[in-house]
């Protein structure tokens, strides 16, 4: 089965640092694009960041309210990617998903693989 | 940035009902617009790709057009496990959500 699974969550302090793991399994994760997406309490969805592959550069690309503070990076021999967390603010409180990318046609990547989510809360 | 508007944010219909759904973005995205289906607790799924590609396992009750900045999402004959959030998302330039429209029981 195509899965993805989230940890880390956790409840921390406004300035701290806190690390996200997205494992996946049921498919080659080396071969795509893992990215993150966050949802508030009550709120929309919000994209984060993503890293490609490395056949791709493994560039990354990060949402204006979290750049500067979250970095991505992914070990592809355990399928795990990682969304690290710093300098975290209250207005980081959410639903963190791990997501894959696929290209189903040219040009438009969509997410079609989803994990359950982790909790962030972020409090003094 | 690229911002998307839908609309409404919430409608109330009954089982059966043909319900529309509107998005719109700031500037022209061609056919990069995908939806996707939230129900409570639960992760999103995509349900329309490319504006109006059906995502594979996905009921043909569920359908989407347009093209440009306008883009609708159409249940025909609406089903009891159709409640839910409805998100649209551009992918023209990384990816933007709409705010969402919560499609609830009447």
């Known amino acids: 089965e195509v899965q993805l699974v989230e940890s880390g969550g956790a409840v921390v302090q406004p300035g701290r640092s806190l690390r996200l793991s997205c494992a996946s399994s049921g498919f080659t994760s080396a071969d795509y694009t893992v990215n993150w997406v966050r949802q508030a309490p009550g709120r929309g969805l919000e994209w984060v960041g993503y890293m490609r592959s490395k056949i791709y550069g493994a560039t990354t690309d990060y949402a204006a309210s979290v750049k500067g503070r979250f970095s991505i990076s992914r070990d592809d021999s355990k399928s795990i990617a990682y969304l690290q967390m710093t300098s975290l603010k209250t207005e980081d409180t959410a639903v963190y998903y791990c997501?894959?990318?696929?290209?189903?046609?040219?040009?438009?990547?969509?997410?079609?693989?989803w994990g359950q989510g982790t909790v962030v809360t972020v409090s003094s | 940035d690229i911002q998307m508007t839908q609309s409404p944010s919430s409608l109330s219909a009954s089982v059966g009902d043909r319900v529309t759904i509107t998005c719109r973005a700031s500037?022209?995205?061609?056919?990069?617009l995908n939806w996707y289906q939230q129900k409570p607790g639960n992760a999103p799924k995509l349900l329309i790709y490319a504006a109006s590609s059906l995502q594979s396992g996905v009921p043909s009750r569920f359908s989407g057009s347009g093209s440009g900045t306008d883009f609708t999402l159409t249940i025909t004959s609406l089903q009891p496990e159709d409640f839910a959030i409805y998100y649209c998302q551009q992918s023209y330039s990384t990816w933007t959500f709409g705010q969402g429209t919560k499609v609830e029981i009447k």
């Open positions: 997501t894959r990318v696929v290209r189903l046609t040219y040009g438009n990547d969509a997410f079609d693989i």
């Open positions: 500037q022209s995205i061609s056919v990069y």
